[in-house]
């Protein structure tokens, strides 16, 4: 796996939280294979999407679906989620039970952990699936959420159901 040096830098390496997965995401067939699909079809460019799902008794992942990347200038390395997507989808969802529960995006060429700008961005409750592509093939796909205090992210249990 092709890992850049900011990777191993103490600025990345103080986000993570490296005492192991506590906490369980159930995630569908489906949402995976759209989570890759969407990955390889922006590589080399960044893609994103909103998770879709209950999180009544633990998250439950059963759709994910891709949303414009707005920032293109870094769309390589960075990506800003179309709020016009966000809000068609959340008024989609109202009164069905189901919500929008997390965020995933891919890291073209870099390994399946978040980066110090991905934490400004995250919000406390959601899942943060991060979809690593190398070489246009899907080469790993962590889960993380942000820990109680909301300065590192946690890796997170992925169970496939
Ligand atoms: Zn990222």
């Known amino acids: 796996m092709h890992e850049p040096e900011r990777f191993k830098s103490p600025e990345y390496l103080a986000i993570l939280d490296e005492t192991g997965p506590s906490e369980v995401c159930r995630l569908s067939p489906s949402a995976l294979n759209s989570m890759q699909e969407a990955a390889k079809k922006y590589y080399p460019l960044e893609a994103c999407g909103l998770l879709i799902g209950t999180c009544n008794n633990g998250w439950q992942v059963d759709e994910a ?7 293109k200038e870094r769309a390589a390395d960075r990506f800003q989620l179309d709020p016009a997507g966000y809000r068609n ?9 189901r919500e929008i529960i997390g965020v995933f995006h891919s890291h073209p060429d870099c390994p399946a952990k978040p980066s110090p700008t991905d934490l400004e961005s995250a919000w406390e409750g959601f899942v943060y699936p991060i979809v690593s592509i190398c070489d246009g093939e899907v080469a790993d796909i962590l889960f993380w959420t942000l820990n109680r205090d909301r300065s590192r992210f946690q890796p997170l249990l992925v169970k496939h159901s």
């Open 65 to 71: 679906r891709q949303i414009e990347n707005l920032n």
């Open 89 to 97: 989808v959340d008024r989609e969802l109202r009164g069905t039970g």
